[in-house]
């Protein structure tokens, strides 16, 4: 598990019929204690809008803002095999009879050009459904990409694919569940990404090239991964 400073979330939920409305409020650093730094006071970070039932449709659900999922969380190590989306988009979920749910989502994170990042979206499909009473299979599929080229900017495109699946398997007796997952990344010159997808304690294609691809030897951040993971009691 990595070194983690102090951070705080704090979210509001109101809801009125079939619509709620969230918002999410992120710190770091806090001033009592430390120089007061405005970049890690980080304000309303999140605010989105759900509507459920969505016409009329039971198990339909579309949620609108500013929001994250996450996919594959790896708790002992607080990190996640698939990603955790940085965005402001669109979500539309489907709950399905047994217990099941799928969804698709798309979103953008805006370019940080002082950093020679572009303008990048993400797209998402998920899917997870119990198999049996105590295991629930999931399958997932994210896309990230940039394609904001600009004069006198080394921003180049890039894509970067992520796949996999994961199991989890309640153990009786309350005594917690076992946990695995396997993904793969496809990327190629994910260094200009701008930081949609977190995956893998790496933020955007930045952190991925500096953690595991190496800045000077993946061509601006180009090559494969593939992780495994399991968690047990």
Do not use: C
């Given at each position: 598990?990595?070194?983690?400073?102090?951070?705080?979330?704090?979210?509001?939920?109101?809801?009125?019929?079939?619509?709620?409305?969230?918002?999410g409020?992120?710190?770091s650093?806090?001033?009592?204690?430390?120089?007061?730094?405005?970049e890690?006071?980080?304000?309303?970070?999140?605010?989105?809008?759900?509507?459920?039932?969505?016409l009329d449709?039971?198990?339909?659900?579309?949620?609108?803002?500013?929001?994250?999922?996450?996919?594959?969380?790896?708790?002992?190590?607080?990190?996640?095999?698939?990603?955790?989306?940085?965005?402001?988009?669109?979500?539309?979920?489907?709950?399905?009879?047994?217990?099941?749910?799928?969804?698709?989502?798309?979103?953008?994170?805006?370019?940080e050009?002082?950093q020679?990042?572009?303008?990048?979206?993400?797209?998402?499909?998920?899917?997870?459904?119990?198999?049996?009473?105590?295991?629930?299979?999931?399958?997932?599929?994210?896309?990230?990409?940039?394609?904001?080229?600009?004069?006198?900017?080394?921003?180049?495109?890039?894509?970067?694919?992520?796949?996999?699946?994961?199991?989890?398997?309640?153990?009786?007796?309350?005594?917690?569940?076992?946990?695995?997952?396997?993904?793969?990344?496809?990327?190629?010159?994910?260094?200009?990404?701008?930081?949609?997808?977190?995956?893998?304690?790496?933020?955007?294609?930045?952190?991925?090239?500096?953690?595991?691809?190496?800045?000077?030897?993946?061509?601006?951040?180009?090559?494969?991964?593939?992780?495994?993971?399991?968690?047990?009691?």
């Amino acid at each position: 598990r990595l070194y983690e400073p102090d951070w705080s979330e704090l979210f509001f939920s109101a809801r009125r019929g079939n619509y709620k409305a969230e918002f999410g409020l992120f710190a770091s650093l806090y001033s009592d204690y430390a120089s007061a730094r405005l970049e890690n006071q980080l304000g309303i970070a999140q605010a989105s809008v759900t509507a459920e039932k969505f016409l009329d449709v039971e198990p339909l659900s579309v949620q609108l803002g500013v929001f994250w999922d996450r996919f594959g969380y790896i708790e002992p190590y607080d990190t996640y095999l698939f990603g955790r989306t940085h965005q402001g988009g669109v979500k539309v979920a489907y709950a399905l009879p047994g217990g099941g749910t799928v969804q698709a989502g798309v979103g953008i994170h805006q370019a940080e050009l002082q950093q020679n990042l572009g303008m990048t979206p993400v797209a998402h499909v998920a899917a997870s459904y119990p198999v049996l009473p105590e295991l629930k299979l999931g399958a997932y599929l994210l896309r990230t990409w940039t394609r904001d080229r600009r004069q006198l900017s080394p921003i180049q495109d890039g894509t970067m694919y992520v796949a996999g699946t994961d199991a989890k398997y309640e153990l009786p007796n309350s005594h917690g569940h076992i946990y695995g997952a396997f993904s793969f990344m496809n990327m190629d010159k994910v260094l200009y990404l701008a930081p949609a997808l977190e995956v893998m304690h790496s933020t955007g294609g930045r952190g991925l090239t500096e953690n595991f691809l190496g800045t000077d030897a993946s061509e601006d951040g180009s090559g494969k991964m593939y992780t495994l993971a399991v968690d047990a009691p």
